[in-house]
């Protein structure tokens, strides 16, 4: 069973101004996502190309990010320093998810996700919990029931259009991440596994005029929410 690549997150301490020097440090294009209500954080997506995106999130709530995720992402940037939060995977099917859970000992939640700048509100089915996966510095996995859903097919106004993710960085170690992701996913995805912290060290996308680039910041540590 192969999995894929489906997003990963960038912290930022102030989210306009993370995404003002995303921007000009990339020339990536990007549009807004709007905002994780009871997180208290605000969203900016940044399609990369092959059904993948890199979220860039942020504190919009200081009330409301004083626990769950905003906590850890503003713990995680009080230092004024980008850093990559996580990364996730994608199943085709529910019944993969599915089994995914059984494998690694979690289960299958489907939780209120962000609200759109429409008003939208997204649902989020996942596997497994952040005590399997985050914490650790391991990705997790999603199912999109409507694949049309994927925010990385929005449209962006503006920046360079990538075309897709050529390789990751990934801290940690390789047993451990081989056995989480299983071997043939393992195998498929184009990992770079490096000695340290675990948890995402860089991604690498190609653009439309064939230029590699390198987002490189520090892993933000274990989830710790």
Known sequence: MVFHLDHMCLGVSDLADGVR??????????????????????????????????????????GRAARGAGAWISRATGDGRDRWMFWCLRADTLEELQEV?????????????RVQPDGTRRVITSAPGIDQSWRH????????????????????????IAQGVT???????ETVLRK????????????RVVPGEPGLHAVAVRTAEGEEVVLRRPPAGPANF
Do not use: C, K, M
Not at 23 to 40: D, I
Not at 101 to 113: C, D, H
Not at 167 to 173: A, I, S, Y
């Open 21 to 62: 020097r995303f921007r000009e440090e990339t020339g990536l294009g990007v549009y807004e996502g709007g905002v994780f209500p009871e997180a208290g954080l605000g969203v900016w997506i940044v399609p990369l190309g092959g059904e993948v995106y890199a979220e860039i999130e942020g504190v919009a709530d200081p």
């Open 101 to 113: 859970a059984e494998r690694l000992g979690g289960q299958v939640s489907s939780i209120p996700g």
């Open 137 to 160: 510095g391991l990705p997790n996995w999603y199912y999109r029931a409507d694949p049309a859903s994927n925010p990385a097919r929005g449209a962006v106004t503006g920046g360079r």
């Open 167 to 173: 390789w990751l960085e990934v801290g940690g170690d």
């Open 180 to 191: 989480h992701l299983g071997a043939e996913t393992f195998d498929r995805l184009p990992l």
